[in-house]
């Protein structure tokens, strides 16, 4: 057995080299822009057509450097992106079991090695995410986040301690906007079990991952790599390619009808400024101070461990803007409305204190809940256009998940007055 002090070294180099293959493996491309109607068909078009030419050499026997789905992944591919570390050392078998399918297709790995991976210590349970299907290709490529999570793990992940999964590997090709990520599978490494959007968290639990979040923020806070990191975008270049996905396909309305009774009338009178709304809270999110957000922080999006601490997973929504973004998100969407109520303000200095004591910034209670009110717009649209997806659109989450989100991000918008927070 190896002694613990040379297993960190083991597992330390193992992260080192393939920190340099995520970034390798990227392929470079030009930062994302906002697509329009002509790009994202012939965009599509060209995804299409990639991934049949790919299929085809398949069949003819020449290996795909990125796997389809979790299945693709066979001892003679893991052995490429598991073992460069180690001299000799191979994956003998694997074995998937589980697996779901949402923005992308996943599945827990039980890997095998010989003797020399075994020795060496190399990750034995991994967790598997793939686009596998055109419509999460096409979700996250043209809005933008397809480098994303495989981003997070290269160069954010390494730099972090906080309760997050650890990566092994990631790639993307540029043409088929297929995607692979080789993640900790934190069930079995840590005894956790993932959250669903309807769990019921305390307010002490957002507290403890308040403090994660401070933490991630602070490290990045105004940094240099936010600008150099070109697969990373600013909530206003987001904002675009919004408005731009928009003008293909707009399903808000659908989401609003649809969620009407759940939406305090006094909203329902102004929905057409919701958007508007959105609109001028990520412009000036981007005039704010800017660090790394998570994006999507909601409850769906995190993990419980055996020692109690709740982790966040699902890195895939990554960009950079004002702390706000994932402050407002996760309180609005985490507790009830009442519970919400009592305990925001509360919640809200205890991420001020966190940030400050990790050497960030001091945030007035003012200045902070000016901008938590200006936050609140962007869950509303993303789960009232979840909620309004025709039947060619996958479904991401049920129905009675969407209409709880929508209840609750709704409340918050009145109860804050954020239309007059942001002049609306």
């Known amino acids: ?179 692979i990520l080789l993640l900790e599978d934190v069930l079995s490494t840590r005894g956790a079990r993932f959250l669903g959007p309807q769990a019921k968290v305390s307010p002490q639990q957002l507290a403890d991952l308040l403090s994660s979040v401070a933490t991630w923020h602070r490290a990045l806070w105004n940094h240099r790599d936010l600008m150099r990191w070109r697969w990373l975008r600013s909530t206003a270049e987001q904002m675009r390619t919004i408005d731009a996905l928009i003008g293909m396909a707009d399903r808000r309305g659908v989401g609003g009808r649809r ?25 000036l999110q981007a005039h704010a101070a800017q660090t790394y957000l998570h994006g999507d922080l909601h409850v769906a999006n995190t993990y419980l461990t055996a020692a109690g601490t709740l982790g966040v997973c699902d890195w895939q929504v990554g960009l950079k803007g004002c702390w706000a973004h994932d402050v407002a998100y996760l309180l609005i969407t985490a507790l009830e409305i009442d519970e919400r109520r009592s305990s925001e303000s509360e919640l809200l200095d205890h991420y001020r204190d966190r940030l400050s004591q990790a050497g960030g910034p001091r945030i007035t209670r003012e200045e902070a809940f000016l901008a938590y009110r200006r936050a609140t717009f962007y869950p509303h649209f993303a789960w009232t256009y979840t909620l309004g997806r025709s039947r060619l659109q996958p479904s991401f989450q049920p129905q009675e998940v969407c209409l709880m989100m929508i209840e609750r991000i709704s409340a918050a918008i009145v109860d804050l007055n954020s239309l007059e927070a942001v002049g609306l």
């Open 1 to 179: 057995m190896l002694g613990r002090a040379r297993s960190r070294s083991i597992v330390t180099t193992i992260l080192w080299v393939v920190t340099t293959r995520l970034t390798a493996a990227r392929q470079p491309c030009a930062k994302p822009s906002a697509p329009t109607k002509a790009s994202a068909l012939i965009r599509i078009g060209e995804v299409a057509l990639a991934e049949a030419s790919q299929r085809l050499l398949t069949r003819l026997g020449r290996r795909a450097q990125v796997p389809r789905a979790p299945a693709d992944a066979d001892a003679e591919w893991l052995t490429i992106a598991l073992c460069s570390a180690v001299p000799r050392a191979a994956v003998t078998a694997v074995t998937a079991t589980g697996g779901s399918v949402g923005t992308t297709s996943r599945a827990a790995l039980t890997v095998s090695y010989n003797d020399a991976g075994a020795a060496a210590g190399l990750p034995q349970k991994v967790f598997i995410k793939c686009t596998s299907t055109l419509a999460q290709r096409l979700m996250l490529g043209l809005g933008g986040f397809i480098e994303c999570e495989a981003g997070f793990y290269a160069d954010v992940r390494p730099r972090l301690e906080i309760e997050a999964p650890h990566g092994y590997f990631a790639a993307v090709d540029a043409r088929s906007w297929r995607s």
């Open 259 to 283: 969620s009407r009774n759940l939406t305090p009338a006094s909203l329902r009178r102004r929905r057409h400024d919701l958007y508007a709304g959105m609109r001028r809270s990520m412009q």
